[in-house]
C-alpha cells in the first residue's frame, strides 16, 4: 500500500495550505499528471475519478496555523492530516519535494514526483482542486480580491486589492507583502 501525498498553497497570499493523500485504485487511473500541467476541465475530470476509484483523503492548515508556526510546518501539518484521515498503516508514502515530515511511516522524498509517480499527481490534483474551490467560496465574501482567478496568489489584481482594501482574515499575516501593508 502506497500513498502519494501533495499540497496546494504553499505560496499565496491568502488561504489554507491543502494537502491530499492518495492510494491508487488497482486499475490506476489513466491521465493523470502534475496538476499545474493539466487543464481546469482535465483537473476535474481525473478528480472526479479518483474520488470514485481511489482511495483518498485531504489535510489543511488554517492560515492561523500557517502564521503561527510558518508555511513549511503547516503543510507538514496538513500532510500528516491527510495521511492519517486514510486511517491505514501504509508500506510507503511518496511526497511530492525535498522535505518530510516527522513520521512513523516509512516515506521518501521525491523531487518532480507529480510528474513521475501517479499517486503523487493523483494527489496533486486532489489538493488543488480541494483548495481551488475554498479560495472560490473565499471570493464570494471578499470580492475585490480575485481569489476566484488568483486562488490567493500575489497576482498584480490581488495586491492593488490589498493596497486599497487592507488585509482580510485569509491573508498570511507572516507573508512580507501582507506583513508590509499591515504597517502603512
Known sequence: MIVGVDEAGRGPLAGPVVAAAVILCEEG?????????????RRAELEALIKAHCRWAV???SVEEIDAV?????????MTRAVEALACDPHEILVD???????????????GGD???????AASIVAKEHRDRMMVAAARDY?????????GYGTAEHLAALRQYGPTPLHRTSFAPVAQMQLV
Not at 97 to 111: C, D, E, K, T
Not at 116 to 121: A, E, G, K, R, Y
Request: glycine fraction near 8%; aromatic fraction near 8%.
Open 115 to 121: 510528474a513521475l509517480h501517479p499517486c503523487i499527481s
Open 70 to 78: 510558518n508555511i513549511l510546518q503547516a503543510t507538514f501539518l496538513a
Open 29 to 41: 487511473i489513466v491521465g493523470l499528471d502534475d496538476s499545474k500541467k493539466l487543464t481546469p476541465r
Open 143 to 151: 470580492p475585490a480580491f480575485g481569489w476566484e482567478r488568483n486562488m
Open 59 to 61: 489535510g489543511v492548515a
Open 97 to 111: 519535494g525535498n522535505r518530510l515530515p516527522r513520521w512513523r511511516y516509512r516515506a521518501r522524498a521525491v523531487v
